[in-house]
């Protein structure tokens, strides 16, 4: 299918190690976003990025999370130093552009374990 | 404080019922949506509004927006197991690009 996909769909770490989360959207969708979502929650703001404009990073909750975005395709959730409060859902999703009228299409989401 | 507040947290019904969740806020919003969840899965969109008081119908499903735009209704006709999911709504300010969401509301329905 030509929907937004995401790997792992499950990852297992350690406390303290780095994790990377990948998103691939779809293609042609200009707007690119990822949330947080604990079991059961709303999702959780944590960044986007627009075409080659400067991405919003205002949702992220530490300097241990940082994103890019490459070609403006591509883009990977790094997490450095994972923590057990980092555990939930990473939901990437984009749009054709970024606006509060305009559909986002949802992966299926890394479900991110710390032990 | 969440933004959005949405109630019931959970509810539990037997098919063929009827159901109303609601997405409150103090802030007024430019344009709310409603998507729902399955496990495993990411949300998905039904419907968009962004006119207060608007009414929009998808087969038994109508959304409203309140008139001064702070707050919205899903109800539900004749619930059927396949309805079963996490209800979000999603609302941003202004021009703002980023959507914020509420808690959501776990809707099961029993057969």
């Known amino acids: 299918g030509a929907g937004v996909s995401q790997s792992p769909s499950n990852k297992v770490t350690e406390k303290g190690k780095d994790v990377e989360l990948r998103c691939d959207p779809i293609s042609g969708h200009t707007a690119l976003y990822w949330y947080r979502q604990s079991l059961g929650q709303g999702l959780e703001f944590l960044i986007y990025f627009q075409g080659n404009s400067a991405p919003d990073k205002s949702g992220l909750p530490s300097d241990r999370f940082s994103a890019e975005r490459t070609g403006g395709s591509v883009s990977t959730l790094t997490i450095q130093r994972t923590q057990q409060e980092d555990s939930a859902v990473y939901l990437c999703?984009?749009?054709?552009?970024?606006?509060?009228?305009?559909?986002?299409?949802f992966g299926p989401g890394t479900r991110l374990t710390v032990l | 404080t969440q933004l959005l507040e949405q109630s019931p947290q959970f509810l539990s019904i037997q098919e063929g019922e009827n159901l109303t969740v609601y997405c409150n806020s103090s802030s007024v919003f430019s344009s709310l949506q409603w998507y729902r969840q399955e496990p495993g899965e990411g949300p998905v969109l039904l419907v968009t509004?962004?006119?207060?008081?608007e009414v929009k119908k998808l087969k038994r499903l109508t959304f409203q927006f309140g008139d001064a735009r702070k707050d919205s209704s899903l109800h539900i006709t004749a619930a059927q197991p396949g309805d079963t999911g996490l209800y979000l709504c999603?609302?941003?300010?202004?021009?703002?690009?980023?959507?914020?969401f509420g808690s959501g509301t776990q809707l099961t329905v029993l057969p």
């Open positions: 999603a609302a941003a300010r202004g021009s703002a690009r980023q959507l914020t």
């Open positions: 509004v962004v006119t207060g008081g």
């Open positions: 999703a984009s749009s054709i552009f970024a606006g509060s009228y305009n559909e986002q299409f």
